[in-house]
């Protein structure tokens, strides 16, 4: 059994410290009191029926703190999950918190071996190692679906760790030793190579999105079924049936940011599909808004702004970029989320009561379509042809 740190309880975080807690020793840690006191009430702080499950039935070796001296020191592994936000203004990911729990890990705690799990630029860890003036700094990406953290951890896609040492090898076993499927691809490679792993996992699965959005686009403008064509096209093996439903564009946590932070790392390198990855989501939900605008709305009802079902999350969500559109244009919105608990979203009434919402909408967007508007379909406006993520 080893002593192991998690710093931050987002979805990377929690799941992580859950998958861990199964067989070793873990004590995770967060800024966020709340969070910190429902984990410790064995409810968690994120949206995930895994996550819920398993700090109910399972005996964990798992606690949170709010304490940083409690949380760092002694520690075998420190797993760093704190968030890495786009910063438009740098044109660079704000790595700053990375790098204050890096440095306070250092300090608090010599011998034990950090693992960033925030997703960096490429060339991060490097630096890290070589302005902190340690080796045992190591990168090592997560491939997690919000709403399915756990779960995903638990049956992991593949395990890539950015190192080649022993801790390497050790911290990919301990995460091997809690996944319940046992054959699973592992990789120890370059740090460099580690974090391009995650920036091109992400910006291929962006791609994809764009790809199938921008079919439904010209479907859309030639009067086509798009249905039809996506079906046809995704019956070829070597392109899938998964992956592929239209959507008012790509959000999230992660792929908004992480395709643009792809991006800068060419900086001086010659690319042209990058750009038009990056470029297509904006295409996209601007496209999306005169669709709207063409059907002359007095007021717009938008149904959730959550990025996804099952996810609590609507930072940089698709709805987001459209929903600002038409407020440009001078159009009525209301808003109907009930994850938010303000009375008001980006100037637009948020309303709870989901029929008095339907009754004063004379046009509801949904980027993907819910039983809540059935008996209102014909009011309806959504890209979503399959009924699924």
């Known amino acids: 059994m080893v ?32 969070r910190v006191e429902k984990l410790n009430a064995k409810v968690t702080p994120i949206d995930d029926p895994y996550a819920a499950d398993y700090l109910k039935t399972k005996s964990l ?57 925030s997703t960096v630029p490429v060339g991060f860890t490097e ?90 686009t010209y479907s859309a403008s030639r009067m086509l079924d798009t249905r039809e064509i996506i079906h046809g096209v995704s019956l070829d093996p070597r392109i899938g049936t998964h992956y592929n439903n239209p959507s008012f564009g790509y959000g999230g946590y992660c792929l908004p940011k992480d395709t643009k932070q792809l991006l800068a790392n060419y900086d001086k390198v010659p690319q042209n599909l990058i750009h038009a990855i ?36 609507f930072r940089d969500s698709s709805m987001q970029g459209v929903m600002k559109r038409l407020r440009a244009k001078g159009i009525d919105v209301l808003v109907y989320e009930p994850l938010i608990e303000e009375e008001e979203f980006f100037r637009a009434p948020v309303m709870r009561d989901i029929e008095l919402f339907k009754a004063k909408s004379d046009l509801i967007i949904a980027n993907r ?7 209102v379909k014909n009011k309806v406006y959504t890209r979503d042809v399959f009924g699924q993520d």
């Open 369 to 375: 379509f819910h039983e809540d508007l059935s008996d």
């Open 61 to 117: 070796k798992l606690r949170a703190t709010t304490d940083s001296n409690l949380a760092y020191s002694k520690s075998d592994f420190t797993i760093i999950a704190t968030p890495t936000n786009y910063d438009p203004k740098t044109n660079f990911f704000d790595t700053s918190s990375v790098e204050a729990a890096i440095k306070t890990s250092l300090e608090l705690n010599h011998g034990g071996t950090i693992v960033i799990k």
């Open 278 to 313: 990056v470029a297509s989501n904006t295409t996209r939900k601007d496209f999306i808004a005169q669709e709207i605008l063409a059907r002359n709305p007095r007021t717009v009802g938008v149904y959730r702004l959550a990025m996804k079902a099952g996810s609590d999350n």
């Open 127 to 216: 630096n890290m190692r070589r302005n902190m003036g340690s080796d045992n700094i190591i990168f090592s990406p997560e491939f997690l679906r919000e709403g399915r953290a756990l779960y995903d951890n638990l049956h992991p896609s593949r395990i890539v760790v950015g190192d080649r040492t022993f801790k390497a090898k050790q911290f990919a076993e301990i995460l091997k030793e809690g996944a319940i499927s046992k054959t699973v691809d592992t990789l120890l490679t370059g740090s460099n190579e580690a974090e391009a792993i995650k920036l091109f996992a992400n910006t291929y699965l962006a791609m994809r999105v764009a790809f199938f959005n921008e079919l439904d």
């Open 3 to 34: 002593k192991i740190s998690v710093i931050g309880l987002g979805y990377v975080g929690t799941s992580n410290a859950i998958l861990l807690a199964q067989h070793h020793d873990v004590i995770a840690y967060d800024i966020s009191a709340e």
